[in-house]
Each structure stands twice: as structure tokens, then as C-alpha cells.
């Protein structure tokens, strides 16, 4: 009788120390972090090209009043 309830109760421990879940956990993480990681790639190369589109702006505002300068 008592020898069986350990057997259980060791069933029951092995159950909760599976190393598969526990890999499966850390895959989870490291695919979410990799997801993170991805997405602010794509961020900063969104502001990049925000920052150039902007100093492209300017650099047509100080032409244009470069010319007008030159015609007065």
C-alpha cells in the first residue's frame, strides 16, 4: 500500500520537472525576444528615413530662399 502512493507521488514529481516544458518556455522566450528585436530594426529604419525625408525638406527650403536671395 504505501509503496504504491510513493510511486505516484514520484509520477507526479517527474511531471512537474519535465525538462520539455521548460525548453519549450525558454523557445517561447527567445522567439519573443527575437520578435522584439526584429520589430525595433524596423523601427529605427522607419526613423531614419523620417529624419532624412525631413533634412531633404530643408535642404529644398534653404535653395529656394538661397535663389530668392540671389534674384534680389
Known amino acids: ?10 509520477s507526479k ?3 512537474n520537472k519535465n525538462p520539455k516544458s521548460k525548453n519549450k518556455n525558454k523557445n517561447k ?3 519573443i525576444r527575437r520578435i522584439d528585436s526584429e520589430v525595433n530594426k ?12 525631413q533634412q531633404e525638406k530643408l535642404m529644398k527650403e534653404a535653395r529656394t530662399m538661397e535663389e530668392k536671395d540671389s534674384r534680389r
Open 13 to 15: 514529481n517527474f511531471a
Open 42 to 53: 524596423k523601427d529605427t529604419s522607419y526613423r531614419t528615413d523620417v529624419v532624412i525625408r
Open 29 to 31: 522566450k527567445e522567439i
Open 1 to 10: 500500500m504505501g509503496n504504491e502512493k510513493r510511486k505516484k507521488n514520484k
